[in-house]
């Protein structure tokens, strides 16, 4: 017996479990923690595991879809420059785990000087990459909140911003529909 989610985050005991072969799911007697009987198709549990490379084609169909909606709804710029920055942290932020984790135990990560060889960087590209990574670090760790909320409150931010300096465009957009 397993203790796992259902669909609207119900711990049962039991479940499902995915059929060998296919990905249909067998149920078999699931109840919740209480003793009453649970319909528990598709658990949590029991989804597939996305590959890197499914995970990045998802993010890129994500991208897409946001281009589209910021061109329907120029109102949401200033949110798409806080992601792209987010984004642009993401390189330094890797190379300066990596060189902490590889000096830690070399078989936990892949050296500096091997991300930077893969990403066809000069070593003191990697290193300044190394040094503006470990910044973002430290000001995530110092931050107040949670990265979460800290992030809740820029986007809160943008849009504020941004309805405010489009108001008349707003306007004009809502007057015409």
């Known amino acids: 017996m397993t203790i796992h989610y259902a669909k609207r985050g119900q711990a049962v005991i039991g479940g499902c479990e995915l059929a060998e072969g296919d990905r249909t799911y067998a149920r078999w007697g699931a109840v919740d923690l209480s003793g009453k009987q649970v319909d528990c198709d598709r658990c949590l549990s029991f ?54 984790r590889y000096s830690i135990n070399p078989m936990s990560a892949p050296s500096m000087k091997e991300i930077t060889r893969m990403l066809s960087m000069q070593p003191q590209s990697g290193t300044d990459r190394r040094k503006l990574g470990d910044r973002v670090l430290f000001e995530r760790a110092m931050g107040e909140g949670t990265i979460t909320q800290r992030e809740r409150a820029a986007r ?22």
């Open 47 to 100: 989804r597939p595991v996305l590959e890197d490379d499914q995970f990045v084609a998802m993010v890129q169909r994500h991208i897409r879809t946001l281009e589209e909606r910021a061109v329907a709804n120029p109102a949401i710029l200033a949110q798409v420059i806080m992601l792209a920055q987010r984004l642009s942290e993401i390189t330094n932020v890797v190379i300066a785990k990596s060189a902490t």
């Open 156 to 177: 809160t931010r943008a849009a504020r911003h941004a309805d405010s300096t489009l108001a008349s465009w707003l306007q004009r957009r809502d007057s015409a529909v």
